[in-house]
Nanobody, 115 residues
């Protein structure tokens, strides 16, 4: 089994920054991808950023230039640096790890951006 523990959410003013962390433990072998989704009430969960095994990254258009995803392979941890935050970034952020055909999710961390 794989466990994911997230941290770093909170309340920040518009224009501010937060860094989310997500540490994976357990049977963490052959990671294909690690990433983040987010969800607001009444909306579907949407992908935010992903970092692939070889290191390639991808972002949803709305966060390009503001968010940066990175990974510490030695710690099996993925980070999401969020700068220039906007009120519309307010959501519960979920990290995930994809190992072969299985996807494991974190418990979610709330990010609230005040205007």
């Amino acid at each position: 089994q794989v466990q994911l523990v997230e941290s770093g959410g909170g309340l920040v003013q518009a224009g501010g920054s937060l860094r989310l962390s997500c540490a994976a433990s357990g049977s963490v072998f052959s990671i294909n991808a690690m990433g983040w989704h987010r969800q607001t009430p009444g909306k579907q969960r949407e992908p935010v950023a992903v970092i692939l095994g070889p290191g390639g990254t991808s972002y949803v258009d709305s966060v390009k230039g503001r968010f940066t995803i990175s990974r510490d392979n030695g710690k099996n941890t993925v980070y999401l640096q969020m700068n220039m935050l906007k009120p519309e970034d307010t959501a519960v952020y979920y990290c995930y790890v994809r190992i072969r055909t299985n996807t494991y999710w974190g418990q979610g961390t709330q990010v609230t951006v005040s205007s």
